[in-house]
């Protein structure tokens, strides 16, 4: 049989959980609770769409121009992403990973980011999913097997959604994440341009410090000054009857990037919210900003945890 377009699958189950990972990209195709969906899923024989569920390595979010300077030397990406002009989302969501570890409730998937143009680096990326009572956690290693240090950014692209996306869908829910910051983008190459408090007029109501419905609120940014419990930093959707989904992550991602959908058509306009967690924000290759240093034979990570709340 052929295989299909998104790889192989790999099918978790614990409890009320089901999650079903893609081996193209490492992806998260599906994650569903008592048989509702909590992330906007698409079909086993599909092409990814909209980056859902990816992982983002080397670097997330863009990188301005594909272009950028390390170790003293000019380094040129290609711009995979022509309407802006920048190369998006990393290297790695395109690679048939293996599983290199598996069992009912985890799988462990490898792949491998060659030297290349533009990234002359070779980083294998280790990316373990476990379903347990308390969600399904996801964790990414990049370790670098090079002769020289790397520049490393690593993040996940999940759509948050409850029950089966519909146009629209997320309009209906109330969102809430303690974010204290805001960074504000170029709005035709949605490149950084400033930080502002989320408070700030210039946020433009992008404020969800407090839970509060999503409304038409469009948003495509990266926050950042996370309020922590515990060390985790949280995100939140909720409907009318108290049920929800969260996302939560740790120290190690100070940065989410949070996207409302609104390029998606049909079903897919607004049916989930992406909340994606980041090691650095958009163009640290440039910036430099909280961006990994990676030394030859050294590894960093990320990590996360999706999981039901509420009602």
Do not use: K
């Amino acid at each position: 049989m052929p295989v299909p377009l998104s790889g192989t699958a790999h099918v978790l189950r614990s409890g009320h959980y089901e999650a079903r990972i893609a081996s193209v990209g490492a992806t998260l195709r599906s994650l569903q609770y008592d048989g509702a969906d909590l992330v906007v899923p698409f079909a086993e024989d599909e092409i990814r769409p909209s980056m859902r569920g990816a992982l983002l390595a080397p670097w997330p979010n863009r990188l301005a121009d594909g272009r950028y300077e390390f170790g003293g030397e000019i380094h040129r990406l290609v711009q995979n992403e022509p309407e802006t002009r920048n190369a998006a989302h990393g290297l790695i969501a395109w690679t048939d990973f293996s599983a290199t570890a598996e069992a009912p409730d985890r799988v462990t998937l490898t792949g491998v980011i060659a030297p290349q143009p533009g990234y002359p680096w070779r980083v294998r990326i280790d990316a373990e999913f476990r379903l347990g009572p308390d969600g399904l956690g996801q964790e990414i290693t990049a370790t670098n097997e090079s002769a020289t240090a790397a520049p490393v950014g690593l993040g996940g692209h999940p759509y948050l959604t409850l029950g089966a996306p519909r146009e629209r869908g997320v309009d209906d829910l109330t969102f809430e994440m303690d974010a204290a910051q805001l960074l504000l983008v170029t709005p035709d190459r949605m490149l950084p341009e400033r930080s502002v408090l989320v408070a700030d007029p210039a946020a433009e109501g992008r404020d969800f410090r407090a839970s509060r419905r999503i409304g038409a609120t469009a948003i495509n940014n990266a926050y950042t000054g996370f309020a922590r419990r515990n060390g985790q930093a949280r995100a939140q959707l909720r409907a009318d009857d108290g049920s929800g989904v969260e996302i939560a992550w740790d120290e190690r991602c100070p940065w989410a990037q949070v996207y409302t959908s609104d390029h998606g058509a049909g079903d897919d306009f607004r049916s989930g919210i992406a909340i994606e967690p980041m090691t650095c924000p958009p163009d640290a290759f440039n910036s430099q900003q909280d961006l990994l240093v990676v030394p030859p034979g050294g590894s960093v990570s990320a990590g996360w945890v999706i999981r039901r709340i509420g009602a």
